[in-house]
């Protein structure tokens, strides 16, 4: 059978949308959600309702954690600067566009699932099993750290999100897959990405999947509410940039408080 995973959808209900009907097309109809349902895009509450509504599992990421609770920090690694006054300033937002009902949705999502499918034992954290909202896995992680935590997998597979980037690699027999982002790619492909197992009887293989959806009305969208210019840079790019050092003046810009 094919099971999905998704994960970062981060507020943007095109590009979910895109992934969604992508799956119908291809009769995949068991969806997991690996965390960051909010923050960054536009549309907090539809993407919170949309998940609810298909009752797709998910586990919590750092946003969804931040936004839930109305934290301070996303816990994230910006650099000093305008991208670490970009993060305040999109966390604030969705904090306040988020709707009660839904932050009451995002403190409830577990930091951890495991589930098996035909007898293939799979291990679902946003960032890792060690440190499941904040630890960032990446292709050009230590070797080291990868057989570290290998050994804390509880299962055959582990299944993350956090980094934006898809990774499919196998340590000491371990299957550790990263989905990708749905709504903030960061690998240099616009696209939405999404992974794909396909498992019969203990034995898997599997695809991870790019679909393209409308970038330019999430841009217009972010204009319209008068986000900082640079997440829709961001979209437009499929991958982050250098924001400079210095935080724009003109704070007053935005209508809504800064803390």
């Known amino acids: 059978m094919n099971v999905a995973f998704l994960s970062d959808i981060h507020s943007n209900i095109e590009a979910l949308e895109a992934v969604l009907d992508d799956l119908q097309q291809r009769k ?20 919170v309702e949309r998940i609810q509504a298909l009752n797709i599992p998910c586990v919590m990421g750092n946003f969804d954690d931040a936004v839930g609770f109305g ?15 970009v993060g305040e300033i999109t966390l604030n937002w969705s904090i306040q566009n988020t709707s009660d009902a839904g932050r009451e949705f995002l403190k409830k999502i577990p930091k951890t699932r495991i589930i098996d499918i ?67 790619p960061k690998d240099g492909d616009t ?38 210019p640079e ?9 982050t940039f250098d924001m400079g050092t210095n935080p724009i003046p003109e704070r007053a810009f935005y209508d809504f408080p800064i803390s």
């Open 28 to 47: 995949i109809f068991e969806v997991y959600c690996l965390g960051d349902l909010v923050g960054y895009g536009p549309d907090p509450n539809m993407v």
């Open 71 to 85: 934290k301070g920090s996303c816990g994230c690694n910006y650099l000093p600067g305008r991208e670490t006054e």
């Open 118 to 184: 035909q007898g293939v034992q799979i291990h679902l954290v946003h960032g890792s099993p060690v440190n499941p909202l904040l630890e960032y896995l990446r292709p050009d992680t230590p070797t080291q750290r990868w057989k570290e935590i290998a050994k804390t997998v509880q299962g055959d597979v582990m299944i993350n999100g956090h980094t934006h980037v898809p990774m499919a690699r196998f340590v000491n027999g371990v299957g550790l897959f990263n989905c990708g982002s749905v709504g903030r």
């Open 191 to 228: 696209r939405a990405s999404y992974l794909i197992l396909d498992i019969h009887n203990g034995i898997f293989s599997y695809e991870i999947v790019r679909v393209r959806y409308p970038i330019k009305m999430v841009c217009e969208k972010l204009s319209q509410l008068r986000l900082p």
């Open 231 to 239: 997440l829709g840079t961001v979209l437009a790019l499929g991958q």
